[in-house]
């Protein structure tokens, strides 16, 4: 009990050293603005591969775990910029798009750099294609996923003509849409942890932090969602209608903030795991 409290104190502090709640701040900014021109690149994407209607699936796919009052005004104005008309997918604006998209990852590497307590050495140019690259992966994974999320009724009608006795697992088919965004919100924490931060971690290393993320991830969203059941008036009181993009911005600086501290935890587990190895490689000697 008392190393898990050094770690978590550890962490806390170093946390609040590396000015977590400032970086936050700038990575809930980001993701907001970047989360849009995404969108659009991953619609252009799909119509040029004849697919345009996966962006809504995608889009659906990826707010699945967000709190209701969170995801479902934000939808509508993603679906209102996604339905307009736009030109071919090599276009200045979704060149654009993919650049502006690219941004939301260079804060997240601000975040894990101060985090792991390491400094970014590679060229600014390097760093801004290899999160370039997260974007075009991450537009081409997330249409994947859509894309099985629409086959998946029609496969499991077929699989269910074959083998009658698949009936009672209905229900559990048609939630799985739940499940499939909970496992890419995780790979996506295992992949970021692991490759976007200057050097390199072993998954032992970053696996402690990746797991109390996803942990405070989940409960930060049922507390957060019962919070705007019985609060949410005081938003649209506060600030009218920029309620629902307050409501947004304020979650995602509660996970941005989890998301830094999770890196916190990794970095302090190796720290006092390192100032404790000598320790015990040279004991003090009895009198």
């Known amino acids: ?169 209905n229900q559990l088919v048609n939630s799985s849409r739940f499940a499939i965004a909970t496992i890419v919100f995780f790979l996506a924490l295992v992949i970021v942890h692991k490759f976007l931060p200057a050097g390199r971690r072993s998954l032992w290393e970053i696996a402690p932090g990746i797991a109390l993320t996803f942990f405070l991830w989940a409960a930060s969203a049922f507390i957060f969602s019962y919070y705007l059941t019985e609060f949410a008036r005081n938003y649209v009181t506060t600030y009218a209608g920029l309620a629902s993009v307050m409501i947004a911005l304020v979650f995602l600086y509660m996970l941005a903030a989890i998301f830094i501290f999770g890196g916190e935890v990794n970095e302090a587990i190796v720290r006092i795991r390192r100032n404790a190895a000598p320790a015990k490689a040279n004991p003090p000697r009895s009198r």
């Open 1 to 169: 009990m008392r190393n898990i409290f050094d770690v978590f104190y550890d962490s806390f502090m170093c946390f609040v050293r590396d000015d977590g709640w400032a970086i936050a701040s700038h990575i809930a900014l980001s993701i907001l603005t970047s989360m849009f021109p995404f969108l659009i690149f991953v619609t252009a994407l799909g119509g040029f591969f004849g697919s345009g209607d996966l962006a809504d699936e995608a889009v659906k796919l990826l707010f699945q775990t967000w709190p209701r009052q969170v995801a479902e005004p934000l939808a509508a104005e993603i679906h209102n910029v996604l339905t307009q008309t736009r030109g071919g997918l090599l276009t200045f604006g979704v060149l654009l798009s993919i650049y502006f998209s690219s941004s939301g990852v260079e804060a997240l590497r601000v975040g894990l750099n101060r985090a792991y307590d390491v400094a970014e050495e590679r060229p600014w140019w390097k760093l801004r294609l290899e999160s370039i690259a997260f974007v075009l992966f991450g537009a081409a994974a997330l249409l994947v996923l859509a894309l099985l999320v629409v086959f998946a009724p029609w496969i499991w009608t077929e699989a269910r003509r074959f083998a009658p006795g698949l009936e009672p697992l």
